[in-house]
């Protein structure tokens, strides 16, 4: 699986973005997509999935209510809305593919090559 990450971005505090991932290659739609960010001296952190199977998204107490996922598997793509955007929302932001719906992201096989986004207070 190839995954394509973009629509990264500078903005200011309040702001928000759209991410895209879209997947190629030996994809199965019955996969999930998930994304996650990692900021300079931090651990990568789970920050919203989309299980293809049952079609519903998760996402980490941490974020909900400021983003959102949502995918269009006939376009093998996953959405994450990035609202509010916060100075510590800054992070290289990527997506992975795994056969399971998880947080944890050891159990992701395969990984974009990530989208910058700085948030300017």
């Known amino acids: 699986v190839q995954l394509q990450a973009s629509g990264g971005g500078l903005v200011q505090a309040g702001a928000s973005l759209r991410l895209s991932c879209v997947a190629s290659?030996?994809?199965?739609?019955?996969?999930?997509l998930g994304w996650f960010r990692q900021a300079p001296g931090k651990e990568r952190e789970f920050v919203g999935g989309l299980s293809w199977h049952g079609g519903l998204p998760y996402l980490p107490s941490s974020v909900e209510g400021r983003f959102t996922v949502s995918g269009d598997s006939a376009k093998n793509t996953v959405w994450l809305q990035l609202n509010n955007l916060k100075p510590e929302d800054t992070a290289i932001y990527y997506c992975?593919?795994?056969?399971?719906?998880?947080?944890?992201?050891?159990?992701?096989?395969?990984w974009g090559q990530g989208t910058q986004v700085t948030v300017s207070s």
């Open positions: 290659g030996h994809w199965f739609n019955t996969h999930t």
């Open positions: 992975a593919q795994s056969k399971t719906a998880s947080m944890i992201s050891r159990t992701y096989e395969s």
